[in-house]
């Protein structure tokens, strides 16, 4: 374990995210559909290691991560768990994936042509085959496409196709039609493995959205991300969602300086605020080199002192930055940037709208500086 001297650090609830496996998994309750658990970008900036352990733990069968190379870091971390990078990954390290037995997405036949030379004799590597039935991101499209490379797959010795998935674009929205026709053309795509008597391997659709609000549309797999963490996949269908999630990341860090300033003093880089009367100001050390961005001043955001809101008033630093107190507090008392303190709650949703964005990625900006404590 690293040592941290800051005052600033992250709290990751397991407890939070174990509950969230488990209550997602109880939709699936009769009818068997594994949960891949989507720990990509260190776990959405929980700790890729802890979220994947726990979620094993509570019920998920296999993970899901977007590069090699942070399948390799959970393999060295000790975890045994099937595992399925989904992003490319160049046919130059098949070998490398297949000895760790990590399961890469494929959907190019070039990259059939290529990988066997790699892979060596007397082993096999584990795919997935991707469809791009609407995302537009990476994926076979056409049946022409999708002959061939099952054509030339079936003769690989060293390849065995162990799944089929696709990605929904809109699962998360209220208007339905353009995830039935996604789901539609997956179904359809499949429905041409028969003609060329391949044998249907697992097959997985559906991200936290689909997961949640459509389990009957679910085949063997489900790939649950955002709402592992206990966030929404959107404002929208949140009213929705047939599962009560718990957030498991808050944000803190200590007051390292109060002061109470005379009217017309400034503030930060700029000068750009200017103290309109007697105000009690605070210093938080946090700021943007630590993914706490510049935004976050600008579009008046606020933060939690002894359950009470204070705006970020200035420029934000890069390493810190400065509130309006209520009224005089002690230094050293926490602040919350995101999470609960006494009756108020800043959630991820409220940060991510301060800054024009989506709670995806909020926690996946806080930086690696910001240590992760776990709770
Ligand atoms: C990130 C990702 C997921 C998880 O999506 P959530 O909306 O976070 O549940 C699922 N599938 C693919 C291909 C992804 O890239």
Redesign the pocket.
Known sequence: MEQHFRDTWAEVSLAAIAHNVQAVKRLYDKKKVEVIA?V?ANG?GHGALQVAETALQAGASYL?V?LLEEAIQLREAGIKAPILV?GRVSPKYAGLAAEQKISLTVFQKEWLEEAPSYIGPNRTISIHVKFDTGMGRIGMRTKEEAAAFFEYAKEQKAITIEGI?T?FATA?ELDLGYYEQQHKRFCEMVSWLEEWNVPPPLLHTG???A?MRFPEKAFDLF??????YGLT?SPAIKAQLPVELKPAFSLKCRLVQVKKLPAGEAISYGATYRTTGEEWIGTLPIGYADGWLRYHSQRVGEVLVNGKRAPFVGRICMDQCMIRLPGPVEEGTVVTLIGKDGDDEITMDEVAARLETIN?EIPCVISERVPRIYI
Do not use: C, E, Q, T
């Open positions: 989507v990509k959405y899901a977007a989904l998935y990605h998360d991200n936290s959205a997961g790939r649950l991300g955002i709402s592992m996949p995806y």
